[in-house]
C-alpha cells in the first residue's frame, strides 16, 4: 500500500470542502428587542458567535456588519466577544460590511483581522451623538403645568418639558467626549498604523466603502463569497449560523422564556404604538445614511 501523507495536512491543502462560518449581525444596535425591533445586543449574539468559532476545523469567521450604529455599551461588548472568542480558539475574523457599518456598526467591524467592503458600503461615524425633542413651549400653549419632584438636584437634568440649563448641557457634552474618547481608542488600537492622518477621521463623519480603504478604515474591497473563495480555494463553503429553534420550530431568542399573557386589549394597543414609535426611532438610524 503506498503511504499518504493527505491526512496529515491541514483540510485546505487536501483538495477538500474548506468550511467557514458565517455570523449576520443586521440592524440597529440596542439593549431591548420587541417583535417590531430586530435588534443586536450581546444577548441576542453571544449565542450566534459562541457556535461560530466552536467549529475547530474552520479556519477563520467571518462576519457580516450590516448596523447604523446605537448602544455604545453593547456595541463593544460585542465587539470584545468576537476578539475573545478569536485569541481563545485561534481564528482569523474576516468582516464583510454590507450597506452600513457606522458608529456602533464600524466599532463591530473593527473586531475584524481584516474589513472588506462595498465599493457603496457606508463606513465611519465614529462619534457620540444624543437626540431629543423640547415641548416647553408646547404644553404652555395646551395649559399643561409641569411637575416633577426630586430627591437630588441633579435628578431630573435635560427634562424635555422644561428649559434646557446650560450646566446640564455641558454635562452631557462631557459625557459624550468620554465615550467618543473611549471609541477612538479602540479604532486606534484595532486598525493602528492603516489609518490616514486626516484630521476628519475622528469626527463623526462617514464614507462610501472605496473611500473608506484610502482612510485606512477597512482593508480592501470585495465581496463575501469572492473573498473566501480567493483564501481558501473554490471548494470553501460558507455556512451560515442561525439561532436554534425550539420544540415548535420557531427561533429561540436569548433570555428567559414567558408563559403567553392572556389577550388584554389594552395592552395590545400599547404594545402597537410602542412598536411603531420604535420602528420609527430605528428608521431615523438608518435614514442618517442614506438608507
Not at 455604545?72 to 468576537?82: A, F, G, Y
Not at 437630588?152 to 428649559?163: E, H, I
Not at 481608542?185 to 480603504?213: C, Q, Y
Request: net charge positive; glycine share 10%; hydrophobic share 45%.
Amino acid at each position: 500500500m503506498a503511504f499518504s501523507l493527505k491526512p496529515y495536512l491541514p483540510k485546505r491543502f487536501r483538495g477538500e470542502e474548506v468550511v467557514v462560518p458565517v455570523v449576520r449581525l443586521q440592524g440597529p444596535i440596542i439593549a431591548q428587542s420587541g417583535p417590531f425591533r430586530p435588534t443586536l445586543s450581546i444577548g441576542s449574539v453571544a449565542p450566534l458567535l459562541e457556535k461560530a468559532f466552536a467549529r475547530k476545523d474552520a479556519p477563520a469567521v467571518a462576519i457580516a456588519v450590516n448596523s447604523p450604529g446605537g448602544s455604545p455599551v453593547q456595541s463593544r461588548l460585542i465587539h470584545k466577544r468576537i476578539r475573545d472568542l478569536a485569541e481563545e480558539k485561534q481564528k482569523d475574523v474576516l468582516v464583510f460590511v454590507e450597506d452600513v457599518a457606522a458608529s456602533g456598526g464600524y466599532m463591530i467591524a473593527c473586531a475584524g483581522d481584516e474589513i472588506i467592503v462595498d465599493p457603496s458600503s457606508i463606513v465611519g461615524s465614529i462619534g457620540v451623538v444624543s437626540g431629543g425633542f423640547g415641548f416647553v413651549e408646547a404644553i404652555h400653549k395646551l395649559g399643561i403645568e409641569r411637575r416633577v419632584h426630586t430627591a437630588g438636584q441633579n435628578k431630573a437634568v435635560l427634562d424635555p418639558f422644561r428649559p434646557e440649563k446650560p450646566e446640564d448641557v455641558a454635562h452631557l457634552l462631557e459625557l459624550q467626549r468620554e465615550v467618543h474618547a473611549t471609541f477612538i481608542a479602540l479604532v486606534k488600537e484595532r486598525r493602528g498604523a492603516r489609518l490616514a492622518d486626516d484630521p476628519n477621521l475622528f469626527s463623526g463623519l462617514f464614507w462610501a466603502g472605496t473611500r473608506g480603504v484610502e482612510l485606512g478604515l477597512a482593508d480592501r474591497v470585495g465581496d463575501l463569497r469572492g473573498t473566501l473563495r480567493e483564501r481558501y480555494g473554490d471548494k470553501v463553503k460558507p455556512q451560515m449560523i442561525q439561532a436554534g429553534r425550539g420544540l415548535l420550530g420557531r427561533r429561540q431568542v436569548a433570555g428567559t422564556a414567558e408563559a403567553a399573557p392572556a389577550f388584554d386589549a389594552a395592552r395590545v394597543g400599547a404594545g402597537l404604538a410602542n412598536g411603531l414609535a420604535e420602528v420609527a426611532e430605528d428608521r431615523l438610524l438608518w435614514a442618517r445614511y442614506g438608507l
